[in-house]
């Protein structure tokens, strides 16, 4: 299922959504565009919350624009370890509602 090619089916997808891709698309870019937090760690921090809903094509946009935003392979692995520590420790907390007591 996932082909970066699909990418290219957004055009089909905003045609016949027009209003609501455009809000997604303003939200999008202003989102991760420069402001208080530097756009290398808005890209960083897209990249730990790919790596957590597991989105390929969130990982393979986001990644390419953290390298360009200056992002290192030592800063992507140690994201890679915060989403993988985070998304262990929201499982170890669920597993409280497994508990009677």
């Not at 990418?7 to 997808?13: N, Q, S, Y």
């Not at 530097?38 to 390929?56: G, H, I, R």
């Not at 994201?79 to 907390?93: K, Q």
């Amino acid at each position: 299922m996932y082909d970066m090619n699909n990418l290219k089916k957004l055009g089909a997808l905003g045609k016949n959504a027009d209003k609501a891709m455009k809000a997604f698309q303003a939200f999008d870019s202003i989102a991760l565009e420069d402001g208080a937090i530097p756009v290398k760690y808005k890209e960083l921090m897209a990249v730990a919350v790919a790596l957590t809903t597991q989105c390929p094509y969130c990982l393979e946009i986001h990644k390419d624009k953290a390298i360009k935003a200056g992002a290192t392979e030592e800063e992507l692995a140690e994201v890679t370890f915060i989403s993988a520590a985070l998304r262990a420790g929201a499982a170890v907390v669920h597993g409280t509602h497994l508990m009677e007591k």
